[in-house]
């Protein structure tokens, strides 16, 4: 079992709690900075696992096209081995990203859906529907509408917290139950979105 916060701590953060991650694929820690109060950092579970990787470039990927919804947590930053992107996230001095995957995003407060728990109200229900029908627009399917992927902040508004499980048509992963992704499963788990968003919301 992997311990990544003396890796987060060289960074200048300093991890705060470590949050569940259902899927087994990767470890998520809330941390703290100097200049931010809470952000999540999401790193592989085990690096041998090609998945665990997968998802959190995924991740990455589709943050980064679905900015401009208010209810997805915003990306702060992305190390892919020596590659970095950074959003408002300072690290420290002499940092080494060699041999690092990690993803850095928002926190929401508030608490995660229950397990049989509805998405309420008009507006929290017209965003999870667009937020679907975007993802498919960009060709994602088989999103990981769960309930514990639902964070509801202190206002109501639902968030949708993960969004690293989705897949694309043509995917191989080898290490996943769903391997390849043709046009049949790509069709069926498209089907599969619709059935998920009335069992949340009606």
Not at 11 to 20: D, M, Q, T, V
């Amino acid at each position: 079992m992997a311990n990544y916060e003396p890796l987060i701590r060289s960074w200048g953060f300093e991890p705060i709690e470590k949050l569940s991650d259902d899927s087994n694929t990767s470890y998520v820690y809330r941390c703290s900075s100097p200049k931010k109060e809470s952000f999540v950092v999401k790193l592989p579970e085990n690096y041998l696992d090609s998945d665990g990787k997968f998802c959190i470039r995924r991740e990455k990927d589709i943050l980064s096209r679905v900015s401009d919804f208010d209810f997805v947590p915003k990306l702060l930053g992305f190390i892919d081995n020596k590659s970095t992107y950074t959003n408002g996230l300072d690290f420290g001095s002499d940092v080494n990203f060699q041999g690092v995957l990690a993803l850095f995003k928002e926190y929401v407060f508030g608490r995660p859906l229950e397990r049989e728990e509805k998405v309420c109200g008009f507006g929290n229900q017209s965003n999870l529907i667009s937020l679907v029908l975007r993802l498919h627009d960009l060709g994602f399917v088989g999103i990981d509408l769960n309930n514990s992927n639902f964070i509801m902040d202190d206002s109501g508004k639902v968030w949708i917290v993960d969004l690293g499980g989705v897949y694309r048509h043509g995917d191989y992963r080898p290490d996943n139950v769903i391997r390849h992704v043709d046009m049949k499963t790509f069709d069926r788990l498209k089907s599969q979105d619709f059935k998920r968003i009335e069992e949340l919301c009606f």
